[in-house]
């Protein structure tokens, strides 16, 4: 039986590598509360993604709901179905109403071109997706931002270390949220972080993270708790110094796949979008003509694991009462598209594996 090959594989760096930065929390007895591990990553990450303003939070869902509540928005958000269900669950546990844009057809992002008939005077914010690391418009959503004064809060879990003409994605919209989970190009075991432009925000998220408590005998915000600990930023601070080469691993895998694949009747590829430094987060492939779920089968039957992301559309989860009528395009995308295997350690015979498998599919 061949080795079973899975859609993604965690990074982690050498064993001794970790053990060495963990050292000094055996020193000082320092676990999280903004120890010198956070601060460190935070200073990194500064750096690494070009952004001025950073925190960090244990996981990337609780740092959009914190945004949510930091910005202290009321009314409809406009955002996409197509997407984890982490996005539509923060608008709507953070009391806001969820207003679902269907998405274009070739990168999979919201459809800027349908958004402004979605806005009303109840509209407070757009919350798009940089799906797959694909980016969405973000020159005509910052237009539309400007022109009806709404806030622009990105999701951006899939997009670390993006750039479009030399701009970082974390820089884009009002704010950037980016999840440092473990299937993630950056991962810090659990994790997540905004970004943002506005200085005084840093304070409220910081309060917002940690019980709204500033120092010692004092609380002044009904604050949650979402600090990120000592572990994880030690984890991320050891994953940084490998996340340039890993990404250009992924990137020779993701060309391997588009010269075995690409041109292909009856299946679609991403192509790399104009003037955007990639991060390869994702491999996804759509079928246009065999069943999604054929394919899907047939792999396993390979001993290899796609996966059906995002499947199914937010909009049709049975815990809501939306609909996807108003969002066709990403209901067929969802019903036909398979992410397939892609880590930076898969190797080249196991990408042909995977595309022997589809092509004899076709
Ligand atoms: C992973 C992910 C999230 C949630 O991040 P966590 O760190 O797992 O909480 C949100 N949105 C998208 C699109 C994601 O892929």
Redesign the pocket.
Known sequence: MKEIINVAKSSIPPFEEYCEEIKSIWTNHWLTNMGEKHNALENKLMKYLDTKHISLFT???LA?EAILKVLDLNGEVITSPY??A??THAIVRCGLKPVFCDIEPDYYTIDVNKIEALINKNTCAIMP?HVYGNLADNEALEALAKKYNLKLIY?A??AFGVFKNGLSVANMGDVSMF???AT?VFNTI???ALTYKDEALKQKIDLEKNFGIPGHDKVVYSGGNAKMNEFQAAMGICNLKYVDQNIEARGELYNHYMQRLGGKQGIKLCKPQANVKPNYAYMPVLFESVNRDVVFEALKLNGINARRYFYPLTNTFPCYNFTADNTPIAYNVSKSILTLPLYADLSHEDVDRVCDVIIKEL
Request: hydrophobic share 25%.
């Open positions: 996981n990337g869902h959009l997407t984890f982490s996005t997706i999701d879990a899939h999840s440092f989970h993630k659990e994790g997540g």
